[in-house]
């Protein structure tokens, strides 16, 4: 019966399914060749009317004895037998309604246990490539619902666990495993809801519904943390998920389903793998920038944030984590009893996620994430409710400026405006605080309360000046950083670089020596900047183009690191003054030619004061006296630190023992007069 079961399948379907349409066509074929016989009493007794096929009885007893011997069939034999019937041939064209019911009892296989597999094998088990065309093909055999399933999610219910065992198994061909991916992916494009019931919750909640446990474990088995999560079940999800995402169908809506709900456990899985070393890290990081590369930018921050603001990981709370395998692996463990938390233990590693970010490459998104992070951290300063969160947003902020840099300025305005806002708050703390230290002396002070109240005061107010000199660190970093990244501006970052310079001439005598170094720094680069930027944005002037090309290369090199760089650039600016060069010769030109001279002189580096120093006495030589009246008032200025002074003080006794004689013809400007005289007389007393 083997050896002929396609001709008993073909005999049993042609009885019982043949539709009455084709028979009556083949019988009305005879009846015309039986009307060119002559009339005779015994043909027209044969021509009376007859019944067209089998009664319906006959019919359904031959349906019923196909179902019978179809049911009783080696599973292997049945697909042949059936793939045979409906084989397409040019000069046999296969009848629809053959087909459709080979179609209906191919689909029936798929119900039975392994008939994906069996369906699989039989289809594509000797082909070596797929094409698109195969793929679609197999995908709409697979996923046709046979007649006797109720609904869909019926079908899918059978069918899908037999599809994530054949994803899962190491041993199917590449072709089986290529066709299953591509099956899987339609049908969490084509029905996500069912998709994520039936084959993503499979794959991810051990994973998922572990990392969320809330409840500590309470078995007693053994002494340590209880895993819940095994090495080789947890590789064996990760892997099964590569599989998915990696070689399967990249759409933006089936990574969305497979990855959206485990992006944190696996993120916090990633770090792990990080600093443990383990084997798991390169799969890992593929699935989530996978998952970031493919999602909008909109959606990567959101789950970011969920990443970054997660109150239970903040407030220590996380009951399951991460540990290491027996085999260099991972495994998912539950505590016992609360963490206890280190008062700068973070809930994240500042550094690994970063270097996440970099891996990432997305300037979008690392561009949005670093301006949310600003704007957290300033509601976080101003709340002064989570110190944790504070210090991670800070490190987060700080890690991404050094590692980051120009992928996270593309925004400029944004971040010029949040770093003056924090400048702006700082110098209204320093002016309004003396005021209030004044008034609650003035008060009748509580003796009973007195030295509690103020100890308390002191440690409040020590605690929030060091997170205030942090976050003026952080903006004048910040204004550096976008000046360095970014040659030019549009007009309203310009002006808003512009209002933050008064502001900061306040600091420039801080005590702390950190904040005085950092503001004066600023001070000459955001004044070197903004000169190129007037510079170039004067009206075209063909004599004029040599000498602004030479001022931009000038503004350019001083905001270099390194000292020679930044010793030619005022190189540059001293040749230009001692040529008389008419870009910096009068006006405006040659106010912001002193003001940078004068800032220089203010460096703590001796390569640098020096040099400025050439440079101001260059500038007396070459304008006379505007320029020395100009310094004399500095040099005369109570208020300036004695270094300025003196270097001041220097470049005027320069220009005093090069005058020599002539320094009469000064005399007409009394105080610069006298300046310089006294200075002469201080020369000829020290030589």
């Known amino acids: 019966m083997t050896r002929h079961l396609a001709d008993l399948y073909a005999a049993l379907l042609e009885l019982a399914y043949v539709p009455v349409t084709e028979i009556r066509a083949s019988v009305g074929d005879t009846v015309t060749l039986e009307n060119e016989l002559p009339m005779t009493p015994g043909h027209l007794l044969s021509s009376a009317k007859k019944e067209v096929g089998l009664p319906r009885k006959k019919r359904d007893k031959c349906a019923r004895m196909f179902t019978w011997l179809f049911d009783r069939s080696d599973v292997q034999r049945a697909m042949e037998s059936l793939m045979s019937l409906i084989g397409t041939s040019s000069l046999h064209p296969v009848p629809s309604w053959l087909r459709t019911i080979c179609g209906r009892f191919l689909s029936r296989i798929l119900l039975k246990p392994n008939g994906v597999a069996i369906v699989l094998e039989f289809t594509i088990g000797q082909v070596e490539q797929l094409q698109l065309t195969q793929l679609e093909s197999i995908s709409k055999l ?171 990981d903040i407030s220590g709370e996380r009951i399951a984590y991460f540990a290491p395998g027996p085999s260099g692996g991972a495994t998912l463990r539950l505590r016992r009893k609360p963490k206890a938390l280190a008062k700068n233990d973070l809930p994240l590693n500042a550094d690994v996620l970063v270097q996440f970010l970099e891996n990432l490459g997305d300037l979008d998104l690392s561009g949005d994430i670093f301006v949310f992070l600003l704007n957290e951290y300033s509601s976080l300063q101003a709340r002064k409710t989570d110190p944790t969160t504070i210090l991670l947003t800070l490190n987060l902020v700080m890690g ?79 204004l550096r950083a976008v000046m360095h990244e970014n040659e030019e501006l549009d007009e309203k970052s310009v002006q808003l670089l512009k209002s933050c310079l008064e502001p900061l001439k306040k ?77 910096v010769s009068s006006g405006e030109g040659l106010s912001q030619l002193l003001d940078i001279f004068v800032r220089l002189i203010q460096d703590e580096d001796s390569y640098i004061y020096l040099n400025a120093v050439k440079g101001l006495s260059a500038m007396t030589d070459a304008y006379g006296n505007d320029i020395i009246k100009k310094l004399g008032d500095i040099y005369k200025d109570k208020n300036q630190k004695l270094d300025n002074r003196l270097r001041i003080g220097e470049a005027l006794l320069q220009t005093v023992q090069r005058c020599g004689d002539a320094l009469g013809k000064y005399s007409n400007t009394n105080e610069t007069f006298i300046t310089l005289c006294s200075l002469t007389l201080y020369s000829r007393y020290t030589l």
Not at 150 to 174: C, D, F, G, N, R
Not at 401 to 417: A, F, H
Not at 424 to 450: H, W
């Open 142 to 312: 697979i996923l046709s619902v046979p007649q006797q399933m109720t609904s869909i999610e019926s079908y899918y219910s059978v069918i899908t666990p037999q599809l994530l065992s054949l994803l899962q198994k190491e041993t199917v061909s590449a072709t089986t495993s290529q066709a299953v991916r591509f099956i899987i992916g339609r049908i969490i494009t084509k029905h996500p809801k069912l998709g994520k019931t039936y084959l993503v919750d499979k794959i991810v909640d051990p994973l998922v519904s572990g990392w969320n446990q809330q409840e500590y474990d309470e078995s007693n088995e053994d002494l340590m943390d209880r895993v819940i999560l095994d090495e080789e079940a947890l590789s064996d999800l990760l892997k099964t998920l590569h599989k998915l995402m990696i070689g399967g169908e990249p759409s933006p809506l089936m990574i969305q389903t497979c990855l959206s709900s485990s992006i944190p456990c696996l993120y916090h899985l990633y770090e792990f793998t990080v600093q443990s070393k383990s084997g798991l890290r390169e799969t890992v990081l593929d699935l989530l920038l996978t998952y970031f590369r493919i999602t909008t930018t909109a959606d990567g921050v959101r789950e970011l944030k969920r990443i970054l603001l997660n109150k239970v």
């Open 400 to 478: 991404m400026l050094d590692k980051l840099g120009p992928s996270i300025l593309s925004k400029p305005t944004q971040i010029v405006s949040f770093a003056i806002n924090i400048i702006d708050s700082y110098v209204d703390k320093m002016t309004t605080r003396p005021k209030e230290k004044t008034a609650e002396k003035s008060s009748f002070p509580d003796i009973t309360r007195i030295v509690s109240e103020e100890e308390k005061e002191a440690l409040e107010d020590e605690s929030s000046s060091e997170e205030d000199v942090e976050s003026l660190i952080l903006a004048i970093n910040l």
């Open 507 to 583: 600091l420039e005598n801080h005590p702390m020596e950190l904040v005085y170094e950092s503001v004066n720094e600023f001070l000459l680069a955001i004044t070197s900047y903004l000169s190129a930027q007037t510079i170039s944005n004067r009206k075209q002037q063909p004599s004029l183009e040599a000498s602004k090309e030479k001022y931009r290369e000038a503004m350019k090199s001083l905001q270099d690191d390194l000292l020679p760089i930044r010793a030619h650039g005022m190189g540059i600016l001293k040749d230009m003054a001692l040529a008389k060069d008419p870009l």
